[in-house]
């Protein structure tokens, strides 16, 4: 368990307060390390072993011939320090070391050392360091304080993104038997069981069908949550959570309420039982791409015709943006649409040419805003336009609530902040980072609270929802004022009368 | 780490999960529940209970929905609730009640 | 002296476009197998030379991140800009029409770019942040931009020196023609600095100039879904799986 710690105190988000830095404020902190039972499934090896550094400069050098990004990013930053009150977990903790440029440097240093000539001649210069034990835990600790949410690349002058370096960092220490057990685990559970949750599919079954009966009693329809189905015209993936937590379950019973009332025949699968794709956090392109494989595999299985994704931000960016890398071409389905569609453009759609209906009183007395998740804000997109992935959200809640306001503009859309869970961090030994990160969040949702009496935040993201849960209690709020966007659909929609 | 019960030592993860789910048994749910700073009441047990019996079957927690619907039949509608599992175990039902009933901590979004 | 600056430059020239080419065909080379772009991003060609002009130009993300420093950083490259193009007339025998443009600008521009690389440096060592993530080599870089600056606006307004003699020099080296250069301390201190800026572009973190066009996340359209993006290496991946 934890050490005991101090909730951050909110400032005024008009302020935007940059906090004096404290050296070595989280250099504590760091997730389980894996076991060799979490490394080996994943063909890492089991231990750090004699001669690491050797083989992690070697795989280094062979990331940087493969990853343009790394490369570049390596070489061209200036050290203009615009990047260094940008990061939420900087922002949380002061610890300096949590500035994006000084996370990156961890990296920078090492990389100097070994491949540039400045480094290997005059290493003091310019900040060039061997790659020691020392300077391993060091990445160890700080690259998983890095939630890869891509707030710092908006803002860098050449668009430097810290999260390819921490997956670079991560995907090394993975190849020396330095990884984390909370992803490896939970990856190594989607190639045996098929989703991160680890459930079963008579656990699944069983849930559903439970479900199924809740929305009967509720509504007086029979609204399904098919799985397995041959010949659906829909394939739907998503998260795990959305089978287990709250509120996520309610998002799920959200969707099929939308599915029922548009009359398009959907299914679940139990093989591709998982939206999230951990291999990203990991930085490991195999992986990632053996994780999206089991989405080809169920379309393909069960003869559908269109993917949609649900309520899942990491996820969303790696469908969106990967999956036709990763395991397409998608020459199979419906050309007419495109694949994969996010669950939030087919509602979207179905809103605007009225194909359901909405009753806002379903809501009634609640006040909204929207937590933009990062992953869905800054690495996809939805709909036609750019900038989709910010309006089409708005637009479903605003058909389902009476009343919704947005937070402060530095803290929404392409500048919204990670909920302070993101990136593979969603585990118990992190609660104190998770909760310090969390607060340019707080900060922004506390003042529309006080200004504008919101009593709910809809978030569109497994970990987002999850992160909320626990930490909105540590700042006097009810763990239930995050809900999903789907659940606030669910409570609107009109059922049964479909003409 | 590890829990010493009736002097038997019994291995769990970093975070006290037991590695063997067979290695559990009711003093041991006492022990892990009062590291966790609870005091095992008959209503906790009605949890710990249906957790193992759930995990007898499908080899997985329950989803907190199927948690509270169960407890709501079992002890009553007013108990079938988030707010009164969370007033049982602090640190969230899925988590904590699993850890004392001696059951792998769900993994994942959640 | 002549000999040796005459010597110096050819190498200095040698090693800053060798090296800036090597570096240049890695980054081309280097495969990009994921689409990054930082989202909302253009979704088409056009639209990405535009994102990227405006930041070779205006600096947009900058602007967006820091608006002293990006005052700063404008105030000094502008400067640059106008200092660089002003130079181009000891390059050419007869001088063009954009160099004549900025004639009139040189010396505000020079001035310009001094007090911005000062107002880079005070920032470096007065704000916390920015002090904890500066390295010797940072603090060095703009010492040298400013003694460059500084050297060149003392011969421009103080101590004159043959400027129609440099001239002379540098389109006679041009041509592999030695023809005699200034005995000026001055000159020679800032050719000095010259040259080895010169040769350490290719080795520094100026390769930021370059590297911003070849960034992934600014350089890339937004049409994942649209079209099938598959680097070499990913698409040996595919072979193993059929």
């Known amino acids: ?420 869970g993101g990136g593979g961090l969603l585990t118990d030994e992190l609660i104190e980072l998770r909760v310090k990160g969390s607060a340019p969040r707080m900060e922004a949702l506390k003042d529309v609270v006080e200004r504008e009496g919101v009593t709910h935040m809809a978030a569109m993201c497994a970990i987002c929802k999850a992160q909320f849960t626990k930490i909105l209690p540590y700042f006097g709020h009810d763990r239930e004022m995050v809900v999903s966007v789907h659940q606030l659909v669910s409570n609107a929609i009109i059922l049964g009368d479909n003409d | 780490m590890a829990y010493t019960t009736n002097g038997a030592s019994i291995e769990a993860d970093e975070e006290g999960f037991l590695i063997n789910i067979n290695d559990w048994n009711e003093d041991l749910a006492g022990q892990i529940a009062k590291d966790e700073g609870i005091a095992l009441t008959p209503e906790h047990w009605e949890v710990v209970n249906f957790l193992r019996e759930y995990y007898a079957e499908y080899q997985i927690a329950p989803a907190v929905r199927v948690l509270t619907k169960a407890i709501a039949k079992k002890m009553g509608p007013d108990k079938g609730n988030n707010k009164y599992l969370y007033e049982l175990f602090p640190y969230g039902p899925g988590k904590q009640a699993c850890k004392i009933a001696g059951l792998p901590k769900p993994t994942g979004c959640v | 002296m002549t000999i040796f600056f005459a010597i110096l430059f050819m190498v200095a020239t040698l090693v800053m476009v060798v090296g800036l080419g090597l570096k240049i065909a890695q980054y081309a080379r280097t495969p990009a197998p994921l689409k990054i772009p930082t989202t909302p991003a253009p979704l088409t060609k056009p639209g990405v030379a535009f994102r990227l002009g405006r930041e070779a130009l205006m600096f947009e993300s900058l602007f967006k991140g820091n608006k002293p420093l990006w005052l700063f950083a404008m105030i000094f490259h502008l400067g640059l800009a106008v200092v660089l193009i002003r130079h181009v007339r000891y390059f050419e025998t007869s001088v063009g029409p954009l160099v004549a443009l900025v004639q009139p600008l040189a010396q505000p521009a020079g001035l310009a770019m001094v007090a911005g690389l000062l107002l880079l440096l005070a920032r470096r060592v007065v704000i916390e942040r920015i002090r904890y993530i500066t390295g010797k080599s940072d603090i060095l870089m703009l010492v040298l931009l400013i003694a460059i600056g500084a050297s060149g606006m003392a011969m421009k307004c103080l101590v004159h020196t043959d400027i129609v003699a440099v001239k002379a020099f540098f389109t006679g080296l041009m041509g592999f023609e030695l023809r005699p250069l200034p005995t000026d301390p001055l000159l020679a201190v800032h050719l000095l600095l010259v040259a080895a800026l010169m040769i350490i572009f290719p080795f520094s973190k100026l390769l930021h100039a370059p590297g911003l066009f070849f960034s992934p996340t600014r350089n890339q359209t937004d049409t994942p879904r649209e079209h099938r993006h598959l680097c070499d290496w990913a698409a040996k991946l595919e072979e193993k799986r059929s």
């Open chain 1, 1 to 420: 368990m934890a050490a005991p710690f101090d909730t951050p105190e909110l400032g005024n988000v008009e302020e935007r307060r940059i906090p004096a830095l404290k050296v070595g404020a989280m250099a504590e902190s760091k997730p389980y390390v894996a076991a060799a039972a979490h490394q080996e499934p994943l063909g890492f090896p089991g231990v750090l072993e004699e001669g690491w550094e050797k083989k992690a400069i070697g795989h280094m050098g062979e990331l940087l011939s493969k990853y343009r990004s790394l490369q570049v990013f390596m070489d061209i930053c200036v050290k203009c320090g615009a990047c260094t009150d940008k990061c939420h977990y900087f922002l949380g903790t002061a610890d300096p070391k949590n500035m994006p440029v000084a996370r990156q440097d961890l990296f920078r240093s090492v990389y100097r050392r070994y491949f540039t000539p400045m480094g290997k001649i005059a290493p003091n210069l310019v900040g060039a360091r061997d790659l020691t034990k020392d300077v391993l835990d060091e990445w160890y600790n700080y690259f998983h304080q890095c939630s890869q949410c891509r707030r710092c690349s908006v803002f860098c002058p050449y668009g430097i993104d810290t999260a390819e370096i921490s997956m670079a960092a991560r995907d090394i220490m993975d190849s020396i038997g330095q990884g984390q057990k909370y992803c490896n685990e939970i990856i190594g559970k989607v190639h045996k069981i098929g989703n991160n949750l680890g459930l079963p599919a008579p656990a699944l079954l069983d849930t559903l069908e439970g479900l199924e009966e809740d929305m009967e009693a509720e509504t007086g329809v029979a609204v399904k949550l098919p799985i397995d189905v041959h010949g659906a015209e829909v394939l739907l993936v998503t998260p795990s959570a959305d089978f287990f937590a709250e509120p996520h379950i309610l998002g799920l019973m959200g969707y099929a309420k939308v599915f029922h009332a548009a009359g398009v025949s959907w299914t679940l699968s139990t093989l591709a039982s998982e939206a999230g794709n951990f291999g990203m956090f990991i930085g490991n392109y195999e992986q990632m791409r053996k994780i999206s494989l089991r989405i080809r595999e169920a379309a393909l299985q069960l003869g559908v015709k269109r993917i949609i994704f649900g309520e899942c931000g990491h996820a969303w960016r790696v469908a969106y943006s990967f999956l036709n890398t990763l395991a397409g071409p998608w020459d199979f389905l419906d050309p007419r649409y495109p694949v994969p569609q996010h669950i939030l453009e087919f509602t979207n759609d179905l809103i605007s040419r009225k194909g359901i209906k909405l009753d806002k009183s379903g809501n009634d007395g609640m006040v909204l805003t929207v937590h933009d998740s990062c992953n869905v804000a800054r690495g996809a997109r939805m709909g036609d336009t750019p900038g989709g992935q910010f309006t089409i959200p708005r637009a479903v809640i605003q058909a389902s609530v009476p009343k919704f306001v947005d937070m402060h503009p530095d803290t929404i859309c392409e500048k919204t902040f990670c909920c302070g």
